[in-house]
């Protein structure tokens, strides 16, 4: 089995550095701190995509519950902010100084045990991927060991991410109710709000984003990205060859999970606040078309689609907020009927081959060092 | 939590905890009759189900205008017109919907559920632009008003009592149509083996569409009885969506006796549930049990034995 010995072929590198000079170069350049604080905010969800990339596209995992990983990572980071900004100097005019505003609201009057851990930065890292990643695990091992797969899956994890919102929203005293935790103010000490903080927080989250995209390719490109193709085209074939089908899914629900949830802590650092509202089966369901209209079986794809889609929301719904609905459902529906590889399907049918021409008249005739794409078929 | 209320006491409220839990009821299995034939048998997710079921509630509320500015004297009995019309269009826009896009998508289910989102977004968007984005609330005739007093401490509304009747109609209607009916003999074989249906004359393509008109029409159905209990807005439909999957996937996809148990367990836990705990703690603890179970048992409560 051979696998491309490099890391990126060549289309994928041109992939790799478009993407790296837009977001590194470009955008910083050409963007006031406003706008270039907007697409931090679409590239959180870039995160979400990618994790969609290895487990819908690769794996054929439909999670419409990506929200709940994204809401979770948010949360602990948002956590963690808040106790930060509600210190006792802060808080003075409360009844009861040093808790959240919203507990003090709710008639709280010390701070819950569950909450207490996250006076640690260290900790709350940790718990931005370890209490995603462990709720992934076990609704993964419960779900794919007993064979439940498909439409189903997606039916539950909607269902768990309905749950989710509605818990936050009821317990307003413990996580701020409908309004979320808002008024997130320093990080460490380290103001998050003015203009230099917020171009830091984008290129720190540009390089996470691009770490993520290396892990993925890694996946990708090993064996195991190998494994989880085939057993979205042929499950039993691969249960029969000896190999475990429901550890390789819930690993790649895992990944998912992680990437959400690092999507969501950055959100909460980018945008400052978080609330149910990107938690529930409506961001849920927007995050997969995401992937869809981006390509579900292109790492760069996805995060395009996620910048994309986030951009004509935004520009839309500020100059015609009654088409945008429109707009976007007929967006879903045309990826659906048209093109189902989505953007990164039409660049490769449509221009992926004329840049090939170009670069091939150079080389010998009747050459081409074209590998197969993953997951499409042979010809 | 049971401390401060008498026996007595206990048992109205439960009574009275449960007949709101069998008007709750009496909406689930009438959202989910519609899914469970459309998803339980032909297998497509339909997430734009709760707005064909929000266009059935519109279509009363229009009928009901009508015949308050134009016919006030048969006022009292709009509503199984109402009803009818509910029907036609939901049922209408289902054939359409199907001809346009499912029939392109029966073998992609997952790609259907997008699809059908997309749908649910314009059609969320066509409600508010024409409707307006507040709720209305349709005019109920006089005699729908009141409530019937069964004991001293026990009262039941008369247009609960309705809702019920007009459940039990239906799903007795649509039990007779799958499974007694000549039609109905003809959707459970496309269902079972669409390619041996067609080979001994049954006309898939057509036992499709009207099969989906149906599921639609019957949301439409429950829009109109929906009406009588709560107001209408261009976002009430997804309220109800994932409780409804739930509905149809905790009792089995394939089977409607499953169907009705299990939106009558869901429903009355919920209610009685909601008496003690706040409402969305009680939402969240029903929920968290049909996902628990569901993850202990797949298949639902009572599942179909089908040979692969």
């Given at each position: 089995m051979v696998i491309n010995s490099r890391f990126f072929n060549r289309s994928e590198l041109m992939g790799f550095l478009v993407l790296a000079a837009v977001l590194f170069v470009i955008l910083p350049l050409s963007l006031d701190v406003f706008r270039l604080n907007l697409v931090a905010k679409y590239l959180t969800y870039a995160f979400v995509a990618l994790g969609l990339v290895l487990c819908w596209g690769y794996g054929g995992i439909l999670s419409l519950g990506q929200g709940v990983f994204f809401g979770l990572g948010g949360y602990c980071m948002a956590m963690f902010l808040k106790l930060e900004a509600s210190s006792v100097e802060n808080t003075k005019i409360q009844s009861t100084p040093g808790i959240p505003d919203f507990m003090d609201w709710n008639q709280i009057t010390s701070l819950p045990l569950f909450w207490?851990?996250?006076?640690s930065l260290t900790f709350t890292i940790l718990a931005i991927i370890l209490v995603p990643g462990i709720f992934a695990l076990i609704i993964g091992t419960a779900m794919f060991k007993r064979r439940v797969g498909g439409t189903y899956f997606a039916i539950i994890t909607q269902a768990v991410a309905a749950i989710l919102t509605i818990l936050i929203v009821g317990q307003q005293g413990y996580t701020g109710g409908i309004n979320g935790m808002t008024d997130l103010r320093t990080l460490k000490g380290w103001d998050i709000r003015p203009d230099h903080a917020k171009v830091i927080l984008y290129f720190v989250e540009v390089v996470l984003l691009f770490a993520c995209i290396g892990i993925a390719q890694f996946i990708r490109l090993t064996k195991l990205g190998r494994i989880l193709v085939a057993m979205r085209e042929q499950e039993d074939r691969v249960r029969f060859s000896g190999y475990s089908v429901a550890n390789f899914k819930i690993f790649a629900f895992c990944m998912a999970a992680v990437f959400a949830a690092i999507g969501g802590a950055m959100f909460a650092l980018n945008v400052g606040f978080m609330s149910p509202s990107f938690v529930g089966i409506v961001p849920s369901i927007e995050m997969v078309i995401y992937t869809a209209v981006g390509g579900r079986m292109s790492i760069f794809g996805a995060i395009w689609g996620a910048i994309l889609v986030n951009f004509a929301k935004t520009s839309l719904s500020e100059s015609f907020p009654q088409l945008w609905l429109f707009g976007l459902g007929a967006l879903f529906i045309a990826v659906v009927l048209a093109f189902p590889n989505g953007l990164s399907g039409l660049w490769a049918d449509y221009v992926q081959p004329r840049i090939d021409r170009l670069f091939a008249s150079r080389k010998k005739p009747g050459w081409s060092d074209n590998s197969v794409a993953d997951g499409a078929p042979a010809e | 939590m049971f401390g401060d209320y008498s026996l007595g006491d206990l048992g109205s409220i439960f009574v009275m905890q449960g007949f709101a839990g069998l008007i709750l009821f009496s909406v689930y299995v009438l959202m989910a009759l519609g899914l469970a034939i459309i998803f339980g048998q032909m297998g497509v997710i339909n997430m734009a189900h709760g707005e064909f079921m929000i266009l059935g509630a519109y279509v009363t509320w229009m009928t009901s205008n009508f015949f308050q500015s134009y016919l006030p004297s048969l006022f009292s009995g709009y509503f199984f017109l109402a009803m009818i019309l509910a029907f036609v269009a939901s049922g209408a826009l289902g054939m359409l919907v199907e001809w346009v896009l499912i029939r392109h998508l029966y073998k992609r289910p997952l790609d259907t559920l997008l699809a059908t989102w997309g749908l649910s977004l314009m059609l969320q968007q066509a409600y508010r632009s024409v409707f307006g984005a507040r709720e209305v609330g349709v005019e109920l005739p006089q005699w729908m008003l009141g409530s019937l007093h069964v004991t001293d401490s026990i009262e039941v509304p008369i247009n609960g009592v309705f809702v019920m009747c007009l459940t039990v109609l239906i799903t007795v209607g649509v039990a007779y149509v799958m499974y007694k009916s000549r039609w109905g003999r003809q959707v459970r074989a496309v269902v079972q083996n669409r390619i041996m249906a067609g080979a001994v004359g049954i006309n898939t393509e057509k036992v499709d569409r009207y099969t989906f008109g149906l599921g639609c029409g019957i949301a439409g159905v429950a829009g109109s009885a929906f009406t009588m209990i709560g107001s209408t807005g261009p976002t009430s439909g997804q309220l109800y969506i994932v409780d409804t999957f739930l509905v149809v996937v905790f009792g089995g996809a394939a089977s409607l006796l499953g169907t009705i148990a299990s939106a009558f367990s869901i429903s009355q836990t919920q209610s009685t549930l909601e008496f003690f705990l706040s409402g969305s703690m009680a939402k969240v603890l029903t929920l968290l049990a049909v996902v628990g179970i569901l993850m202990l048992r797949p298949q639902g409560l009572f599942a179909l034995k089908v040979r692969k």
């Open positions: 207490q851990p996250f006076h | -």
